[in-house]
């Protein structure tokens, strides 16, 4: 029997409707990008901010992340969050008071997310891939404040593309250290001991609690150079 002969021909018969869809669907996604990219490319300085969805107004954490934000935005930074409750809102909240553009990238979801009211630009993803995407693209620095799995996928994320060379370094910050102390300790005790990393990896974040220090370690880190990807820099980000 051929391998022709062992495919179902309800199978066979489905495939090209199915190769069609596919198909729709990548300019689907490239659609996406290059919305994204034209609305966006305005927005530098920014600095993309994460945490919490479930924190509550009167959190400890919102005030912080509002604070943090409403400096950055003060001091010339944009602000990026995901665009819905908790963290994300807080962050909004603080840069759409200040003085730069406060941006939302909002993500559907299947429980869907209600965007926050405090954005200056909006934009919404179907992929969570692309949202990503310009979460890094856009960013000269990460504010990484307490959060859930989807905080430690943005932080793992970006930690990763660093590490490997495929983005720029841009300074990792996170925010609250008595909150990462037992991870950071995990990384160095299993990570490192059982060489799954470098020690120097563990550099690629660093730990702040004050909200003015924040943006301190931000100028700190362009203090010799602009904001904008360097020729390099920008090869590197073409193929992120």
């Known amino acids: 029997m051929s391998a022709k002969e062992k495919i179902p021909p309800s199978v066979v018969a489905a495939a090209p409707h199915s190769n069609g869809r596919e198909s729709w669907r990548v300019f689907g996604i490239m659609s996406e990008f290059v919305e994204a990219t034209e609305r966006l490319s305005a927005i530098s300085p920014a600095v993309s901010i994460f945490g919490s969805a479930r924190i509550k107004p009167e959190h400890p954490y919102y005030a912080l992340a509002e604070r943090i934000a409403r400096l950055l935005s003060d001091a010339g930074f944009s602000v990026i969050s995901g665009g819905g409750p908790g963290i994300m809102e807080a962050a909004n909240k603080g840069a759409f008071f200040g003085k730069s553009p406060s941006v939302g ?108 220090a924040v943006v301190e370690a931000i100028f700190k880190h362009y203090e010799t150079r602009g904001f904008m990807p360097l020729p390099e820099e920008h090869e590197i980000m073409l193929n992120l």
């Open 105 to 212: 990238l909002n993500i559907q979801l299947p429980l869907e997310q209600q965007a926050n009211t405090y954005q200056d630009i909006s934009q919404t993803f179907r992929h969570f891939f692309a949202r990503k995407f310009m979460f890094v693209k856009c960013a000269s620095a990460y504010v990484v404040m307490p959060g859930g799995f989807g905080t430690l996928d943005e932080l793992l994320e970006a930690m990763t593309l660093v590490q490997t060379r495929k983005s720029r370094q841009i300074p990792i910050i996170l925010v609250h250290s008595a909150f990462w102390r037992g991870l950071l300790d995990w990384f160095r005790e299993r990570l490192v001991d059982e060489q799954m990393i470098s020690l120097e990896d563990i550099n690629l974040v660093q730990t702040i609690d004050e909200p003015d």
